[in-house]
């Protein structure tokens, strides 16, 4: 009769490990807020937010916080949830003053050892000018190419189911659907939805030898720009020399098609590839090609493709520094800028002094030229501190510095900024 009052509590204290309740505090000054070559006005913006996760993802013993492991990834089923609500605050123009969202969900659900269902989630309610880029593996510091100046409020929610059949080692068949809904409360930002299909098929004929394929059919609609219906395929051969080094070589092609009157293109890429291993803690990879892209009204242009990294990692510091160069598109976001042409450096360094501290400095510099003739040169630094004060408690501070550099008239801004915050977290 005792036992059983106890094990109910067992149960109940399982269930409450998953969940963290949070609140944060942060302090933030800008010294442009609508992002303006004039008139700039500085403010200093409050913001309150409270927090929710629940995750049966393992807690690390030193933070408490939720962290991936090798055992979770291998768990049957799983479910991680993260949303906040940020109470924003400006000193100046109070009324600006708004509520915003953050959140993601990552789920998965194994049928069985081959089938896999995972979903993603993100989500965003926000008004910063200037949107980080939200698929998966983008870099800490890659914005999307197109700004809101007028600092007006968005949404973004981004709903994205996967299933994948695992029917040998490195063999797969996978469908990826996306949902992309974004929405401007700016009169001159127009509002859009993207639905994006795509079948994969990864094939290894052997220990050295594989192909992957690949096609996305996208389906953009726009309230203020003719709708999109996109194709793209790319095929792949990979040859693995051994552990350490492979080679592969890759083609992309991509068809635009939009409603008159805006005109359509087709895009060519072929490329050529490398990864090695030079160490244990020495990585690099590089992926050179060249690319063309045929307008339906206009001429040929192209260009070079690279994608190039190294990463270094030492037993308290990693370094990493990325060189890209290419094409880009801007669509679904505040302006839909359409297609450019662009190189980017990025450089980062993170460090760990001590246990419960972490410093990074990143930098990145970038040259776009838009189809409209447009070329924006921008580049920025970014400094970072965070320090564990309690298994609970966390303070962090961020510096940055950020200047794009427009032919186009009124478009040039600089901005700097600087943030504390602290977070406590159960």
Do not use: C
């Not at 509590?9 to 004039?38: H, K, P, R």
């Not at 807690?59 to 109470?87: I, M, N, W």
């Not at 690279?306 to 679904?332: C, H, K, M, P, W």
Request: proline content about 4%; overall charge neutral.
């Amino acid at each position: 009769m005792i036992a059983a009052p106890s094990a109910v509590l067992a149960d109940l204290g399982d269930t409450l490990s998953n969940f963290q309740f949070s609140i944060a505090g942060q302090e933030e000054y800008t010294s442009n807020v609508f992002l303006s070559s004039q008139n700039k006005r500085s403010d200093f913006i409050t913001t309150v937010t409270p927090g929710l996760r629940f995750s049966t993802l393992p807690r690390s013993e030193r933070t408490g916080q939720f962290e991936p492991s090798a055992s979770s990834a291998k768990t049957r089923y799983g479910l991680d949830l993260d949303y906040s609500v940020p109470l924003v605050y400006y000193a100046k123009g109070t009324s600006d003053n708004y509520v915003g969202l953050a959140g993601t969900l990552n789920a998965w659900y194994a049928f069985d050892p081959k089938w896999i269902f995972r979903v993603r989630n993100y989500s965003v309610r926000s008004e910063e000018p200037r949107e980080r880029e939200y698929v998966p593996g983008a870099l800490p510091d890659q914005y999307l190419l197109g700004t809101d100046r007028g600092r007006a409020i968005y949404f973004r929610n981004v709903f994205e189911p996967s299933l994948a059949y695992q029917f040998a080692k490195d063999s797969l068949f996978a469908l990826d659907y996306r949902s992309n809904i974004y929405r401007n409360q700016s009169s001159l930002s127009g509002n859009s939805r993207e639905d994006f299909l795509s079948p994969k098929f990864n094939y290894w004929f052997d220990i050295r030898n594989g192909v992957s394929f690949e096609y996305g059919l996208t389906l953009g609609q726009f309230d203020r720009s003719p709708d999109l219906t996109g194709h793209a395929g790319t095929g792949r051969y990979t040859y693995r020399f051994g552990p350490r080094t492979s080679i592969f070589g890759e083609y992309t092609f991509l068809r635009r098609d939009f409603e008159q009157p805006s005109p359509d293109y087709d895009v060519h890429r072929p490329s050529i590839g490398i990864s090695h291993d030079f160490s244990r803690t020495l990585t690099g990879r590089a992926q050179v090609g060249y690319f063309w892209q045929k307008p339906s009204q206009g001429s040929t242009q192209g260009g070079v493709y690279y994608d190039t990294s190294l990463s270094q990692r030492a037993r308290r510091t990693t370094y990493t520094v990325i060189f890209q160069g290419g094409y880009n598109e801007d669509y679904f976001t505040a302006q839909n800028l359409g297609f450019s042409k662009y190189h980017r450096v990025v450089g980062i360094i993170s460090h760990q002094p001590m246990e419960r501290m972490t410093v990074g400095i990143s930098g990145s510099l970038e040259r776009a030229k838009l189809s409209s003739g447009e070329i924006d040169r921008i580049w920025g630094i970014r400094g970072s501190a965070s320090y564990q004060i309690l298994r609970w408690l966390a303070v962090s501070l961020e510096v940055s510095h950020r200047e794009d550099h427009s032919n186009a008239d009124l478009r040039d801004y600089d901005e700097t900024r600087g943030l504390f915050r602290i977070t406590a977290a159960y």
